[in-house]
């Protein structure tokens, strides 16, 4: 019995799915007014965005908050999953921040975004389909669009 050559580089292939090593990247600015301001920024980017904050720490800075995202090409502008030959998109992605602001010691701010982002996906191993939750590297477009609205949020 004759294996096609594509069967097996498809198998082959599938095997390096599992290396599969996101990088997580915390993305930064600095702004030239107080943490309040960029507190209050942060607040109504996660408001109208109906972002679910589930901890909230105003004294020390830290937010932790969750999203579940679309698929597609626009999940693909946030994130690389590392998807392709023998790791196919399943469902819907999500996406996890900590955001996190300093107040500097001259009166300017620091907010630093963390995301962290998932989607399920179906693994091809030996002639049948897994199911795993794949991490995936942030592009920084979301992100830096955070770090925008806060730049240019009038309070």
């Given at each position: 019995m004759k294996v096609p050559a594509v069967?097996?580089?498809?198998?082959?292939?599938?095997?390096?799915?599992?290396?599969?090593?996101?990088?997580?990247?915390?993305?930064?600015?600095?702004?030239?007014?107080?943490?309040?301001?960029?507190?209050?920024?942060?607040?109504?980017?996660?408001?109208?965005?109906?972002?679910?904050?589930?901890?909230?720490?105003?004294?020390?800075g830290v937010i932790y908050a969750e999203r579940l995202c679309g698929g597609g090409e626009k999940f693909t502008e946030f994130a690389n999953c590392g998807t392709g030959v023998g790791v196919t998109p399943s469902g819907h992605g999500s996406v996890g921040f900590n955001a996190f602001v300093v107040e500097q010691e001259d009166g300017t701010?620091?907010?630093?975004?963390?995301?962290?982002?998932?989607?399920?996906?179906?693994?091809?191993?030996?002639?049948?389909?897994?199911?795993?939750?794949?991490?995936?590297?942030?592009?920084g477009t979301l992100e830096r669009s955070i770090l925008n609205h806060v730049a240019n949020f009038n309070s």
């Open positions: 069967m097996v580089i498809a198998v082959l292939l599938s095997g390096c799915g599992g290396g599969w090593m996101p990088e997580h990247k915390p993305v930064s600015r600095e702004y030239a007014f107080g943490k309040d301001q960029a507190w209050r920024g942060l607040m109504d980017y996660f408001t109208l965005n109906s972002i679910q904050i589930k901890t909230i720490e105003k004294d020390s701010s620091k907010v630093t975004i963390n995301a962290d982002f998932s989607i399920p996906v179906m693994m091809y191993a030996v002639f049948t389909n897994v199911p795993d939750l794949r991490q995936c590297s942030s592009t």
